[in-house]
C-alpha cells in the first residue's frame, strides 16, 4: 500500500492501527472496557502480518507477556483500562528497570475500583506517573482525537524504542469510542524508530553500559547471551546492591528521559502569546477546553488554551511561560484535580479556578465556563 | 569427565544457596539434561521468577531473564510466541510457581505451549525466612505458621496434570540419576512440561521441625525413605501410600501445542482461509 | 581464593586408584556432608580443620558418581578410566 488511507473509526481503531503503523508485532492483554476495541482489531490484524495476538489470563500476565516478547526483539503492547492498569503496576516498573521498550494503552474510565466501566473520566493521570513503587521514569502521552490516537501511538512505539522505557498512552472512554475521520499515513510517511542494538555476539558483557545520561542498549535475546533482572543491577546486567552503583544506575535511568527531554515534549498551544485567561487540560477535556477559549475570544477576554500532549514528563518550562502572563489558569478535568495539583508547584494557589467533574459525564464547555464565572 | 563449565558463568560460583540446599543438585541435573538435548545456547531462554531457586539464571550462560515473583511462566510465554525457535525453561520455587504465579501455571498447562517448567519443591518461601508455602507439609511449624500449618498442602503433578500439562513428572534432590531422565525428557516434550522436584530447606524449614529431623541429610534421608516409585505405588493400599509421595514420570499424553496451533492459525489468514 | 580465580581456574585435589580419580575443588566446597553421608564405599570424610570434603579411603572408591551427582556445588568431580 503505497497510498494513504481515509477512514472514519474509532479511537481504539486508529490506536490499534498506529501500533501496526509503528511496527508492533505482539499484542497481549486483556478484556477490560472501554479498551477491548484495541485488542479485538489487533486480534484481526496481527495475525494477517504474521504478527502474535494472545489474550492473557489478566492484566499482570499480558504485560509480563509483552516484556519477555519485547526482549526477543518484537514491539510490544497491550491495552487496558484503570483496574487492569492498577494490576500492571509493578511489571511497569520492571520495564523501566530492565529498561525493555513497550507500549501501555490505558483507555481511563470512572473509578477507582470498578467505578464506571463504560464512562469517561481522567483520574489516572497521577498514576501514570506514579503508579509503581520505586523511582522510575515516566513517559505519558495523552491523544485528545482519533487523529492522535494513531499519531500518538506510533509516537509511543518510537519513544519507547530509543529510550529503552515504557510509554503509556493515557486515552479516555471518549477518544477511545467516539468516530472522527482518520488519514492513516502511506508507509513511509512517519519516521520509524527501532531500538539501537550493540554490535555483540556470543556473550554481551556489559548489555547495561550507557554513557552517562543515555539509555542502555541490550541487544535482543538470540542476539547475545545476557542477563536481565528486576534487582538493581550494574553495567553487566547482574544484581549489585554497591551503594555507588545503585546510586547512579537509579538515577541514569530518570535522568535519560530529562538529558533528551527535547525529543519527547509536546504541547499544543492556541491563542497563549497575549493570555491572561490560560486553560489548561488534556485528552477530551481539551476539547471542550477549546470550545470555551472560542467563546470567550468571541466576548473579548484574553482565553487560551496550554495542551500537553507528553503529560510526562511535564513541560513545566513552556507551562510557566504562559502560566506568568495569565492572570487566571483554568484547570478542567475529569477527576479530582490531579493535572491541578502539577499546575500548583509552579503558579500560586489563588490564581488556580479548578473545574473538576467525576461523575461519569463528559466535561462540557458550559460547565467550564460556568464554574469560571461562579469563581469571579 | 562431564564439563559443566561450558554451561555456566563461572566467574559467578560460588552460588549464594546455603550449605546443603538442594538447588545446586537440580542445576547440575538441569545442566546435565541440556546438555544432553545438544542445543544451541543461544537458543535457550532461562526464565525465572523470585526466590532462591529463582537465582538460577544468573549461575548459567544462557539468555537469562529473572523477572517478578509469580510471574515467570507469563514472561515466557511472551518469549516463546515471539520467538518460537527458542527453547524456553522456567525455573521457580513452590511459592512463586504455585501461589502468586498459580493463575499462569494453570493456564499454561491448559493452553500445552512448548514451555518446561521446573518447580524447586522445598515446601517453604526460604529467601524471605522460612514462612509457609502451598506445599509445606500440614503441620510443620514456619515462620507464618508458630503454631503449625493447618493448610493442606497442592499435589503438584496433579495440579498440573488436571490443568491440562502433557508431561508431568515428580523427581527429588536424593534420586538424581532418576531427575536427569525427567528433566531431559520433559525438555524435549513438545507441549508444556512439569517437573516437580522435591527438596529439602535446611536453613528456614528443617530447622524449625526438631522432632522430624536432626540436619540436611536427614531430610534427604526422608526423600530416600518416602518416594514410592511409580510402578510400585500402583501395587500399594491407600493405608501403605500414607505419608508417602509417588515420583517418575507421572502422565504423558499427546494434545495440540499451543505455538503450533497459532502458526497454524497465521498461515491459514494468511492464505485466505481464515 | 582471588589468586586462584585470576589463574581461571580453582585448585583441584585429585585422588587416584585403578578405577579412575576424584576430583575436589575445596574452594566451592561448603561443607555440606552430601557426598560423605551418601557415598557407598564410605571413601570420603570432612577435613575437620578446613571443613570442606576429602578422601580418606581412595582405595575403596568404586568410581559410582553419586557424590558428584549429588554435590550441589560443582566441588567434587568423578572421572573413570575408560577400559580399553
Redesign the interface.
Known amino acids: 500500500m503505497t497510498e494513504r488511507r481515509e477512514v472514519f473509526v474509532q479511537g481504539n481503531i486508529a490506536c490499534a492501527e498506529g501500533a501496526l503503523y509503528a511496527g508492533c508485532?505482539?499484542f497481549?492483554g486483556y478484556p477490560i472496557t472501554p479498551s477491548t476495541e484495541v485488542a479485538e482489531h489487533l486480534s484481526e490484524e496481527l495475525?494477517?502480518r504474521?504478527g502474535?495476538f494472545?489474550q492473557?489470563?489478566?492484566e499482570?500476565?499480558?504485560l509480563?507477556?509483552?516484556?519477555?516478547?519485547?526482549?526477543?526483539?518484537?514491539k510490544?503492547m497491550t491495552a487496558t483500562s484503570g483496574p487492569g492498569f492498577s494490576l500492571m503496576q509493578?511489571?511497569i516498573g520492571?520495564a523501566c528497570i530492565a529498561e525493555v521498550p513497550c507500549v501501555i494503552v490505558d483507555i481511563m474510565r470512572g473509578g477507582p475500583s470498578t467505578g464506571l466501566p463504560t464512562s469517561p473520566a481522567q483520574s489516572d493521570l497521577l498514576q501514570a506517573k506514579w503508579g509503581t513503587h520505586g523511582d522510575h521514569p515516566s513517559i505519558a502521552l495523552v491523544p485528545n482525537s482519533v487523529e492522535e490516537m494513531f499519531s500518538e501511538t506510533v509516537r509511543a512505539f518510537n519513544l519507547a524504542e530509543y529510550f529503552r522505557t515504557p510509554v503509556i498512552i493515557l486515552g479516555d472512554e471518549i477518544i477511545g469510542h467516539m468516530r472522527e475521520k482518520l488519514s492513516i499515513p502511506a508507509p513511509g510517511e512517519i519516521e520509524i524508530v527501532n531500538r539501537k542494538l550493540p554490535d555483540s555476539d556470543g556473550?554481551c558483557r556489559l548489555p547495561y553500559r550507557a554513557d552517562g545520561k543515555y539509555p542502555a542498549c541490550l541487544p535482543n535475546?538470540?542476539q547475545s547471551?545476557?542477563?536481565?533482572?528486576?534487582?538493581n543491577h550494574d553495567e553487566s546486567g547482574?544484581?549489585t546492591s554497591d551503594p555507588s552503583i545503585v546510586q547512579e544506575s537509579n538515577a541514569r535511568i530518570i535522568e535519560k528521559i530529562y538529558h533528551q527531554r527535547e525529543m519527547i515534549d509536546k504541547v499544543e498551544v492556541r491563542y497563549c502569546d497575549d493570555v491572561e485567561m490560560l486553560l489548561v487540560a488534556v485528552g477530551s477535556a481539551a476539547r471542550a477546553a477549546e470550545e470555551v477559549v472560542e467563546e470567550y475570544r468571541r466576548k473579548g477576554v484574553k482565553a487560551g488554551l496550554f495542551r500537553p500532549v507528553t503529560l510526562w514528563p511535564f513541560p513545566k518550562k513552556q507551562f510557566r511561560e504562559y502560566a506568568e502572563r495569565a492572570g487566571r489558569v483554568v484547570v478542567p478535568e475529569m477527576n479530582m484535580g490531579q493535572l491541578r495539583t502539577v499546575v500548583e508547584r509552579f503558579i500560586p494557589s489563588s490564581k488556580i479556578v479548578p473545574v473538576n467533574l467525576v461523575n461519569g459525564e463528559p466535561i462540557d464547555p458550559e460547565f467550564i465556563i460556568f464554574t469560571i464565572e461562579k469563581c469571579r | 569427565m562431564f564439563d559443566y563449565s561450558v554451561y555456566l558463568r563461572n566467574e559467578k560460583l560460588p552460588h549464594i544457596w546455603c550449605a546443603g540446599c538442594g538447588h545446586g543438585i537440580v542445576l547440575k541435573s538441569l545442566i546435565r539434561a541440556i546438555a544432553k538435548t545438544g542445543w544451541d545456547k543461544n537458543d535457550i531462554v532461562l526464565v525465572s521468577g523470585i526466590g532462591c531457586a529463582s537465582r538460577l539464571p544468573g549461575y548459567v550462560d544462557f539468555n537469562t531473564l529473572h523477572t517478578a515473583h509469580g510471574r515467570a511462566i507469563a514472561f515466557a510465554t511472551g518469549v516463546k510466541l515471539a520467538k518460537p525457535s527458542f527453547h524456553v525453561i522456567v525455573v521457580a520455587g513452590d511459592g512463586d510457581a504455585l501461589a502468586i504465579g498459580g493463575n499462569h501455571l494453570i493456564h499454561a498447562c491448559r493452553r500445552n505451549i512448548d514451555i518446561t517448567l521446573i518447580v524447586f519443591n522445598n515446601g517453604i518461601y526460604g529467601m524471605t525466612g522460612g514462612q509457609y508455602s502451598p506445599t509445606t507439609p500440614l503441620g510443620d511449624k514456619a515462620a507464618t505458621a508458630p503454631y503449625g500449618h493447618i493448610e493442606p498442602l497442592f499435589d503438584v503433578a496433579e495440579l498440573a496434570k488436571g490443568c491440562g500439562a502433557t508431561f508431568v513428572a515428580r523427581g527429588t534432590s536424593y534420586h538424581v540419576p532418576q531427575l536427569d531422565e525427567y528433566i531431559y525428557k520433559a525438555l524435549i516434550h513438545k507441549g508444556f512440561s512439569v517437573v516437580d522436584v522435591i527438596e529439602a530447606c535446611w536453613t528456614t524449614h528443617g530447622r524449625k521441625q526438631k522432632e522430624k529431623y536432626k540436619d540436611n541429610l536427614e531430610m534427604l534421608k526422608w526423600q530416600r525413605d518416602n518416594a514410592v516409585p511409580f510402578a510400585k505405588a500402583q501395587t500399594m493400599s491407600a493405608e501403605e501410600l500414607k505419608g508417602k509421595f509417588i515420583t517418575g514420570i507421572l502422565h504423558q499424553a499427546e494434545r495440540p501445542e499451543y505455538v503450533e496451533q497459532y502458526q497454524r492459525l497465521v498461515a491459514d489468514v494468511k492464505g485466505g482461509n481464515p | 581464593m582471588e589468586e586462584e580465580r585470576e589463574k581461571g581456574q580453582p585448585k583441584e585435589e585429585i585422588f587416584e586408584n585403578a578405577k579412575g580419580s576424584l576430583h575436589i575443588i575445596p574452594a566451592r566446597c561448603k561443607g555440606c556432608r552430601i557426598c560423605i553421608e551418601f557415598c557407598p564405599a564410605h571413601v570420603l570424610t570432612l577435613d575437620r580443620k578446613r571443613l570442606v570434603v576429602t578422601v580418606s579411603a581412595m582405595e575403596k572408591c568404586i568410581v559410582c558418581g553419586l557424590c558428584e551427582l549429588r554435590c550441589p556445588d560443582f566441588a567434587i568431580f568423578v572421572e573413570k578410566k575408560t577400559e580399553k
Do not use: Q
Open positions: 508485532s505482539f497481549a495475525p494477517k504474521g502474535t494472545i492473557m489470563e489478566d499482570i500476565a499480558s509480563g507477556a509483552v516484556i519477555g516478547a519485547a526482549l526477543t526483539g518484537a510490544a509493578e511489571l520492571y556473550v535475546f538470540g547471551r545476557f542477563h536481565v533482572t528486576g534487582l547482574f544484581p
